[in-house]
Nanobody
Framework: QVRLTEAGGGSTQAGGSLTLSCRSNGYTYNTDCLGWFRQRSGEKREGVASFYIGGGSTEYADSVKGRFTISQTTAKNAVELQMNSLQSEDTGMYYC????????????????????WGQGTQVTVFA
């Protein structure tokens, strides 16, 4: 069974930075994506950032472009999300997810095939 282990998160003041990390204990195929989804209070779940294992391409939600950076670590099955210039609107539960890409595209194709979720880590940004 695939299990995703998350680390990082916590709380910071607006304008601060946090780093999230995620490692999959399963095999990551070249057709997989690794990334982060978040659930903010009263909002729909949204994809934040993704890394396409097969080609290394990244995708970001418009709300985090220019502030968040996702990267693969030296381990193929692990990614980090560097979050800078955090805003109170970034507060929420962040989930690491491994899922199948569609033609190299990740965000927007969460349910294209299987998807595996971590337990989530809380990010709180104080205004």
């Amino acid at each position: 069974q695939v299990r995703l282990t998350e680390a990082g998160g916590g709380s910071t003041q607006a304008g601060g930075s946090l780093t999230l990390s995620c490692r999959s204990n399963g095999y990551t195929y070249n057709t997989d994506c690794l990334g982060w989804f978040r659930q903010r209070s009263g909002e729909k779940r949204e994809g934040v950032a993704s890394f396409y294992i097969g080609g290394g391409s990244t995708e970001y939600a418009d709300s985090v472009k220019g502030r968040f950076t996702i990267s693969q670590t030296t381990a193929k099955n692990a990614v980090e999300l560097q979050m800078n210039s955090l805003q109170s609107e970034d507060t929420g539960m962040y989930y690491c997810v491994q899922w199948v890409a569609r033609a190299g595209q990740c965000l927007g194709y969460l349910n294209y095939g299987y998807n595996h979720w971590g337990q989530g880590t809380q990010v709180t940004v104080f205004a």
